[in-house]
């Protein structure tokens, strides 16, 4: 009887230790291929960004945004008034020029520059900064959506943190 027991035992014990060892099939697999990858400036891309000419200029095939304004723009004005909410719509405009449906979202970097889901609802009692949001951010294939930018400024206290160049790096991503 024991020899019984003694031989279904080494049985189960191959049959498990098979098993554990798998099919033959592999777990790791390390390959070198080649990798060719296209890119072009934002005119001819899948995801084509314009400035308005006003707020977002181009520099060296990157666009800055300058909610400063038009500088020099003959008319007296310098920059936007403190205790109010400025309101720039379309500063930027992105085509998607790829043939896939994207969604365009934007992220501030977390300092003074926030995403919000409409400018339209941002007010003072916000708090100062900068806020964004994409109007219109599911575009086929030829389609636009467009950055809003909206300007929280406090009173004049001398402690700004949006005047004299404070911002921050805004994030343009579509998927």
């Known amino acids: 009887m024991q020899r019984r027991k003694f031989l279904v035992g080494m049985g189960s014990l191959a049959a498990g230790s098979a098993a554990a060892?798998?099919?033959g099939a592999f777990s790791f697999v390390e390959a070198e291929r080649g990798v060719s990858v296209q890119t072009t400036?934002?005119?001819s891309a899948y995801l084509k960004l314009d400035g308005d000419g006003d707020y977002v200029t181009d520099n060296n095939g990157k666009l800055v945004i300058d909610?400063?304004?038009p500088s020099n723009n003959g008319n007296g004005g310098s920059a936007f008034n403190y205790d109010a909410v400025?309101?720039?719509q379309g500063v930027v405009?992105?085509?998607n020029q790829g043939p896939n449906t994207l969604t365009a979202s934007v992220q501030g970097d977390g300092g003074n520059v926030q995403r919000v889901s409409d400018v339209a609802n941002v007010d003072l009692s916000d708090g100062e900064g900068i806020y964004v949001a994409v109007r219109s951010p599911t575009m086929g294939a030829g389609e636009t959506a467009?950055?809003?930018v909206a300007?929280?400024?406090e009173p004049g206290d001398g402690d700004s943190e949006i005047g004299g160049g404070a911002g921050g790096t805004l994030t343009i991503?579509?998927?």
């Open 146 to 148: 467009v950055l809003d």
């Open 67 to 69: 909610l400063g304004g």
């Open 86 to 88: 400025t309101r720039a």
């Open 41 to 43: 400036g934002d005119n």
């Open 173 to 175: 991503t579509a998927n």
């Open 21 to 23: 060892m798998g099919t």
């Open 151 to 153: 300007v929280v400024e």
């Open 93 to 95: 405009i992105i085509t």
